[in-house]
């Protein structure tokens, strides 16, 4: 079976400073990886994915994650956010396909003048 | 990608009673997926809607609660029957497209009082 943990529940940050979402999953199958970011009042909008390849992938927004097979992680940088970064962020995996999504709990970021 | 309209945007219902969600696309998809988005928890999947065929529902949601029709390939409904509060939550479709990847309607809010 397949999970997703999201250690931060909310992470506060100020504007133009970095930061890391954090992201670990388990799972006894290979899988694709992703992030999806949710604005207010929105749907899910896709960030980025871990499909296969490079290690560090980059996504919309000068987001970027890296995929740590050993260490089972997919973290989430952004190395200046802005106030528009404001959103709820998910990571989730899915063991192959697009049948079966695994979501974790969800980190808000909120970005601070 | 996938422009993806849900009806309605947010309702708000009495206990006992019954809502229809539907999900409509712009174009031709073979799976459709129903999620759940509970305050303060991971999205959950309801279930598959399959065109042709019943819908294939994941541990813990039951036809009868969520029924679920796919007439044809840009079409679904969700059916929240016999609402309790604990039924208050956003609902999601989604569409599968590329290789891994979801994508994601607005979702539907629904409070159940």
């Known amino acids: 079976a397949q999970s997703v943990t999201q250690l931060d529940s909310q992470v506060p940050v100020f504007e133009e400073a970095p930061v890391e979402l954090r992201c670990n999953y388990s799972?006894?199958?290979?899988?694709?990886l992703f992030w999806y970011v949710q604005y207010p009042n929105q749907g899910l909008q896709l960030l980025l994915k871990?499909?296969?390849?490079?290690?560090l992938v980059k996504g919309i927004n000068g987001f970027e994650a890296e995929f740590n097979k050993s260490q089972t992680s997919f973290h989430l940088r952004k190395p200046s956010v802005h106030i528009s970064d404001t959103a709820e962020y998910f990571c989730a995996v899915t063991p192959g396909g697009f049948n079966k999504f695994y979501f974790g709990s969800g980190t808000k970021l909120n970005v601070k003048p | 990608s996938a422009v993806i309209s849900q009806k309605p945007s947010r309702d708000i219902c009495q206990r006992g009673t019954s809502l229809t969600i539907q999900c409509q696309v712009d174009?031709?998809?073979?799976?459709m997926f129903w999620y759940r988005q509970q305050p303060g928890q991971s999205l959950t999947l309801i279930a598959t809607a399959n065109q042709g065929s019943e819908a294939t529902y994941e541990s813990g949601f039951v036809i009868d609660k969520f029924p679920i029709s796919r007439p044809n390939l840009t079409f679904s409904t969700l059916t929240v029957s016999n609402m309790s509060p604990e039924d208050s939550s956003i609902y999601l479709c989604?569409?599968?497209?590329?290789?891994?990847?979801?994508?994601f309607g607005e979702g539907s809010r629904l409070t159940v009082l």
């Open positions: 989604s569409v599968g497209r590329d290789p891994g990847e979801l994508f």
């Open positions: 799972s006894s199958v290979s899988v694709y």
């Open positions: 174009s031709q998809v073979t799976m």
């Open positions: 871990y499909l296969s390849g490079s290690t």
